[in-house]
């Protein structure tokens, strides 16, 4: 039997770096809710009220039936990019994240959108069962390639949905362990659907929800051990507080839940754990996470951003502010944010984004 040691160690521990219900095991793909885009990193993690560019598609897909409504100032098209080495204090090199994506409105039919998310946890080796002698090295990643359409139902209301392809290659190396072998490569289909309504009673304010990475398990080896999706609920209010020909400031606020749902002996199916048993627990309400966030710009060519996350402890602890900033020249934008630290000591300390805009 071979036996992957740095592997599962960046299994185990990738899980609780980047949620409270991932140290409990609870999905699997967790990549998927690793929160892209450098602007919306600057502002607490939020993003899904303001959707209004190609990052969208992960936000919120409602969004992009919005970016395209005055040909004068409006570009059709835009493109984005970002790369980020994911969990710095551990100095690993080949562990990263990257994010790209893009968008092009269409008359008469509405915006089209496709991204693509790719997370390395870089090589690892694995030895025989007897002792440390090395039997190879493999790399582990995992990809997803999403595509996505928007429209508006109203000239207030948009309507967004995502098609997505996962493909998880954690180990290309057949393992066995008891009666189970196999390769740790899998894959599977997702859906997520979004909403952005700008209420007329106020103009200033936008709501918006996104229910994410809706789809069956996922099975490495054996389906009866198949793990969920990370189904995700993301719901959300952006209002400005100023809007002027100068200055623009913009307060956002964003709530988050993990819909999966499993005990000791077994794991929930998708829709019975988002209509009924993610809700049911004790603690269930604790589970949600939020964040604030603000938004200054200065006569659309520099802008500061601002942010805190919360965790409740029962459900994991995180507490985290954030900083950022951004320009923007021509049809070019730039932006980085950074997570300044958080109450307890986190791996996700210190993890800087950046991120590339391109209209056309």
């Known amino acids: 039997m071979k036996t992957i040691l740095w ?21 699997t793909v967790l990549f998927l809710i690793i929160n892209p885009g450098a602007r919306q990193g600057g502002m607490g993690e939020t993003g899904v009220a303001l959707a209004d560019d190609a990052t ?18 409006d570009k059709k098209g835009e493109v984005t990019l970002m790369h980020v080495n994911w969990l710095p204090q551990f100095n690993l090199s080949d562990m990263y994240y990257d994010y790209a994506a893009g968008r092009y409105h269409w008359q008469d039919v509405g915006t089209l959108g496709m991204a693509i998310q790719y997370i390395s946890y870089g090589e690892s080796i694995y030895t025989g069962e007897g002792g440390p002698e090395e ?17 508006k139902l109203k000239s207030n209301l948009g309507l967004g949905v995502n098609l997505k392809y996962i493909y998880s290659r954690l180990s290309p190396i057949e393992v066995t362990v008891g009666a189970e072998k196999g390769k740790g490569i899998a894959s599977g289909f997702a859906v997520d659907l979004g909403v952005l309504w700008h209420p007329g009673f106020a103009k200033k304010l936008s709501l918006g929800a996104n229910l994410s990475n809706v789809g069956p398990k996922i099975s490495y080896v054996d ?3 198949a793990d969920p999706l990370p189904t995700n609920l993301r719901l959300g209010l952006a209002y400005h507080l100023v809007k002027s020909q100068y200055n623009t400031l913009t307060f956002i606020y964003e709530t988050n839940r993990l819909l999966v749902h499993r005990d000791s002996t077994s794991v ?21 996470t ?7 710009w200065y ?7 601002a942010g805190y996350f919360y965790e409740d402890p029962s459900a994991g602890g995180r507490k985290f502010y954030t900083f950022g900033g951004g320009l923007r020249y021509s049809l070019f934008g730039f932006d980085f944010s950074y997570i300044l630290g958080s109450v307890e000591d986190s791996p996700l300390s210190d993890t800087m984004r950046f991120s590339l805009g391109i209209k056309f």
């Open 135 to 151: 039997l190879g090295r493999f790399n582990s990643s995992e990809v997803s390639v999403t595509g996505s359409y928007a429209l």
């Open 223 to 225: 389906y009866t051990q």
């Open 268 to 288: 929930d199916g998708v829709f019975e754990a988002m209509f009924y048993s993610a809700w049911a627990d004790e603690d269930g309400f604790t589970k949600f």
């Open 290 to 296: 939020h964040s604030i966030g603000a938004e200054y």
């Open 7 to 27: 592997f599962l160690t960046i299994i185990f521990l990738s899980p609780f770096l980047l949620s409270p219900v991932f140290a409990q095991g609870e999905a």
């Open 56 to 73: 969208a598609i992960y936000w919120n897909p409602a969004g992009l039936a919005f970016q395209y409504e005055d040909p004068e100032v």
């Open 299 to 305: 006569t659309d060519l520099i802008a500061l951003r």
